[in-house]
C-alpha cells in the first residue's frame, strides 16, 4: 500500500503550535491532506519536517506556503529539502516582484523617457565605434592591398545592384507616371501642362530617383546584410573568423559597404532615367506631347547641377544603408528572434538617416545656389 505524507500540530513551549509533517512529501501523496492544511486556523510558530521522508517540489512548494500563510518558521529541514525550499522561495519572491505595482504615472512616465534616451545615446555611441572600426579596417587595407577582397566586392555589388534592376526600375517607371499624371492634373488648370517636363525631370534627377532608389536598397539589401550578419554571429562563425585571424570588418563588412556606395550612384541614375521615361510615356498618352520631344526638353530644362546633386547623395546614402545593416547585424548575439528584431531595426535605422540627410542636403544645396 502506498504511503501517504500525514501531519500533526502540537504544542510548543515557545507559544504557539508545532505543524509536524512525516511520510513522503510528494505530488502523489499529498493531495488527501490538502484540503485539510488549508483549513488549518490554529496559530502555529514552527513547521517540523525532520520526520520528511522524500520531498519532491510539490513537497517544497507546499512547506513554503503553509510557512508564509501562517507566518511559521521551517526547523529540522534536511539537506535537499532545504535546497528545494530555498529555491521555491526565490521563484515566489521573483514572481511578487513581477506583480508588484507600478509607479505613480509623474514618476513612471520621466522614468521611462530617461531610459529611451539613455538607450539611444547608448546605441549611437556603439555606432561611432563601428564606424570607427570600419576607418581603421580600411586603412589596414588601404597599407595591405592584397587583403581587400575583390572576389566578396563583386559578389556583393551583383546582389546590391544587379539583382535590383528589376524592382528598382519597375518602381522608378510607376513613380515617374504618377508625378506627370499628378502634376498635369494640377498644371492643367492654369493652361501650363507644359511645365510637367520640368516637373518630372528636376523632380526625379534631383530628389525622387536616388531617395527612393536608397529607401528599395534600405529595405531589400540593409536588411539582407542584417540577417546575414546576425545568422553568423548566433552559428559562431564570426567568432570562428577572429580565431583564425581573420577580421570579420574586412572580410564581411568593408565588401558590402564599399558595394553599396558603388551601386547606389548607378542604381539612382538608372532609376532616374526610367522615371523620366515613365513620365515621357503618360505625357505622349495624355498630355499629347510627343515621347522623344519630352526627352529632348528635359535636357533644356533641367540644369546640370541636378544631376550632380543626385550623384553626391548616392555615395553617402549607400554608406548610411550598409552601415545601418552591417552594424544591427553584428549586434545580435543570443537568439533567432533577435535577428529578427535587429533586421526591422536596420531598415527603419536606415530609411529615417536617409530622410534627415536628404533634408540636410536640400538644406546646403539650397544656401550655396543649387536650389
Known amino acids: 500500500m502506498r504511503a501517504l505524507a500525514e501531519f500533526s500540530i502540537e504544542p510548543s513551549d515557545s507559544g504557539g503550535g508545532t505543524l509536524v509533517f512525516s511520510g513522503p512529501m ?42 508564509q500563510q501562517l507566518d511559521a518558521k521551517i526547523v529540522n529541514c534536511r539537506e535537499e529539502a532545504e535546497r528545494l525550499i530555498e529555491a521555491i522561495s526565490k521563484t515566489d519572491d521573483n514572481r511578487e516582484s513581477v506583480r508588484a505595482p507600478r509607479l505613480p504615472l509623474l514618476t513612471r512616465v520621466p522614468d521611462e523617457v530617461g531610459t529611451i534616451v ?33 572576389k566578396a566586392l563583386v559578389h556583393q555589388m551583383e546582389l546590391v545592384g544587379v ?11 510607376l513613380v515617374g507616371i504618377v508625378i506627370a499624371q499628378q502634376g498635369a492634373v494640377q498644371l ?8 510637367t517636363v520640368n516637373l518630372v525631370g528636376r523632380l526625379t534627377l534631383r530628389e525622387l530617383g536616388i531617395l527612393m532608389t536608397a ?20 552559428t559562431e562563425e564570426v567568432d570562428a573568423m577572429r580565431t583564425i585571424g581573420v577580421s570579420p570588418t574586412e572580410a564581411l563588412v568593408i565588401p558590402r559597404i564599399a558595394a553599396t556606395m558603388v551601386m547606389l550612384p548607378l542604381l539612382g541614375i538608372y532609376s532616374s532615367f526610367l522615371g523620366i521615361i515613365g513620365g515621357a510615356v503618360l505625357a505622349s498618352l495624355a498630355l499629347g506631347i510627343p515621347f522623344f520631344t519630352f526627352l529632348s526638353r528635359i535636357q533644356e530644362v533641367v540644369p546640370l547641377h ?12 549607400g554608406l548610411i544603408v550598409a552601415v545601418a545593416g552591417c ?12 535577428v529578427g528584431g535587429r533586421t526591422t531595426s536596420a531598415v527603419v535605422m536606415a530609411i529615417f538617416m536617409v530622410i534627415v540627410l536628404d533634408a540636410v542636403f536640400a538644406i546646403f544645396f539650397t544656401k550655396i545656389g543649387w536650389g
Do not use: C
Open 306 to 317: 541636378d544631376v550632380f546633386v543626385g550623384l553626391v547623395k548616392g555615395p553617402v546614402f
Open 118 to 150: 539613455i538607450g539611444l545615446a547608448k546605441g549611437w555611441l556603439q555606432v561611432v565605434g563601428f564606424l570607427g572600426q570600419v576607418v581603421i579596417a580600411a586603412g589596414m587595407m588601404l597599407r595591405h592591398p592584397r587583403r581587400f577582397r575583390g
Open 188 to 195: 492643367q488648370q492654369f493652361g501650363a501642362e507644359i511645365y
Open 215 to 234: 529607401i528599395m536598397v534600405a529595405g531589400r539589401s540593409g536588411s539582407a546584410f542584417a540577417a546575414q550578419l546576425g545568422t553568423m554571429k548566433l
Open 327 to 338: 552594424y544591427q547585424g553584428m549586434q545580435v548575439k543570443t537568439n533567432a528572434e533577435e
Open 163 to 173: 539583382n535590383a534592376l528589376g524592382i528598382v526600375g519597375l518602381m522608378s517607371f
Open 26 to 67: 510528494v505530488v502523489s501523496s499529498l493531495g488527501v491532506i490538502d484540503s485539510k492544511l488549508r483549513a488549518i486556523s490554529e496559530p502555529v510558530a514552527e513547521i517540523d519536517v525532520s520526520a520528511v521522508e522524500r520531498m519532491d517540489t510539490v513537497g517544497a512548494w507546499t512547506v513554503w506556503r503553509l510557512s
